[in-house]
């Protein structure tokens, strides 16, 4: 090692420092632990995704929390929340042309973060917007496609939902029933049959990424289809109520009967699951930074409660190790799961992100959040039942994030297949 080094050079770089050379190299202030970040992931981000981190934590606080509990009470949830997003350019964040920000992924898990530390829900419906609509459309669509629907769905203008899961069919998306055929009747248009279940933004949609296996090559292709083209009988988008999770966000289903579709809405190079795989791995990174935002919420909150509630000869119960041992659990994941993301965020832009990386991070920070919320949720003891404490909400939509968009077992076999080349599903 040291051969190419003259002597003298060798020998001062085996000497030990001395003190004072030593206090010379660091002579800067100590760091300061900052338990909202605590293992400094800031430090990462560029002026521009710090930039866009401010701007969108200020609306989400400014516009989305004062919101919140009466969308969650009433499962109200207000369309105009995506035209505000797209006016500060949050839709579609990653997309290059087509009036959207063409921003980092790391930017863009920044504003899911900042979204899903208000709610879940609120972070559902602008993935599905975003993710696994735009996102979809851009990677897969016709350049015709793109010209008519991204400049109006990075505004708000246009709002999608995405049409994979079906009644007998979520963790096997497969073995899809809904069926695209020759129309009986018009030339150059397919007729769509079938059903889809929960389905974010579908009863509010304009127009809906459906998936469906084409009847002459049992093949999954997708295609857009647009509300105001469908005759009366042929759509319905109901809508599912008194749900437990996710309240603030709309849901419903999907019911198609001879739904007529034009040949020039269908993708018309990717077929099988290759498709919604690649839309539901986007969303799937978003969820990886939203759930720790909805996580650090908890923290706050948490931490706030212990310090202001006093029992015990009038000690904040801050004071006692359990409380204290979970902050620090739940402290230590979050920081955990930001830095995953974060690493995988950079990849992905350089294109070296494997899907198994994002089922990585999607798993693990979401079932850390899910964990640390409900722990965190001890804290408040009885008064975690009142909505207005907001622990509850969040241990509810995360108990969701962990089973939406592949469940959390599912993503551990996708990840024992990577690891030992077997398959396990079938």
């Known amino acids: ?174 073995s899809l029933e809904t069926v695209a055929k020759p129309h009986p009747s018009k030339e150059g248009y397919y007729s769509l049959s079938g059903s889809k279940t929960w389905i974010t933004n579908s009863p509010i949609a304009d127009v809906l990424l459906v998936w469906a296996k084409l009847q002459e090559t049992g093949k999954i292709r997708g295609f857009l289809v647009e509300r105001e083209n469908c005759p009366p009988g042929t759509l319905e988008t109901p809508k599912l109520s008194h749900k437990n999770g996710l309240r603030a966000s709309i849901t419903g289903m999907i019911q198609m009967d001879g739904v007529p579709v034009t040949k020039e809405m269908m993708f018309p190079h990717v077929e099988g699951l290759r498709g919604p795989f690649s839309c539901l791995n986007s969303a799937r990174f978003g969820i990886a930074w939203g759930t720790i935002g909805a996580l650090e919420d908890s923290i706050a909150r948490a931490r706030t409660y212990a310090l202001e509630r006093r029992q015990f000869k009038n000690n904040p119960i801050a004071k006692y190790q359990l409380v204290q041992k979970k902050l620090s659990d739940a402290t230590t994941d979050a920081a955990y799961g930001i830095l995953a993301a974060l690493q995988v965020g950079r990849l992905k832009d350089e294109g070296k992100a494997a899907p198994e990386m994002i089922s990585m991070i999607k798993r693990q920070n979401c079932d850390r959040a899910l964990i640390n919320a409900r722990h965190l949720q001890e804290i408040f003891g009885g008064n975690a039942v009142s909505d207005e404490y907001h622990i509850g909400r969040h241990v509810a939509n995360l108990f969701v994030t962990q089973t939406y968009e592949g469940q959390s077992d599912i993503h551990s076999l996708i990840l024992g297949r990577a690891i030992t080349g077997i398959q396990a599903f079938v």
Not at 41 to 48: A, G, K, Q, V
Not at 144 to 167: A, D, R, V, Y
């Open 1 to 174: 090692m040291f051969k190419s080094l003259s002597s003298r050079a060798a020998r001062q770089l085996l000497q030990p420092a001395t003190t004072s050379s030593i206090t010379r190299r660091y002579a800067h202030a100590p760091a300061v632990f900052d338990w909202k970040d605590p293992l400094g992931s800031s430090n990462n981000y560029t002026e521009e995704e710090l930039a866009i981190a401010e701007t969108a934590e200020s609306y989400c606080q400014e516009r989305l929390l004062p919101r919140v509990l009466d969308a969650y009470r009433n499962e109200e949830y207000d369309r105009n929340i995506l035209a505000e997003m797209g006016e500060l350019g949050l839709l579609g964040a990653t997309i290059q042309g087509y009036d959207c920000a063409g921003v980092s992924s790391v930017a863009s898990g920044l504003i899911t973060r900042a979204v899903e530390r208000v709610d879940s829900g609120y972070r559902s419906g602008m993935s599905v917007q975003s993710s696994l609509v735009m996102g979809g459309i851009d990677e897969f669509g016709t350049e015709e496609q793109k010209q008519k629907f991204l400049p109006g769905m990075t505004k708000g203008k246009i709002l999608g939902c995405f049409g994979l899961t079906e009644p007998n069919h979520g963790s096997d998306p497969g």
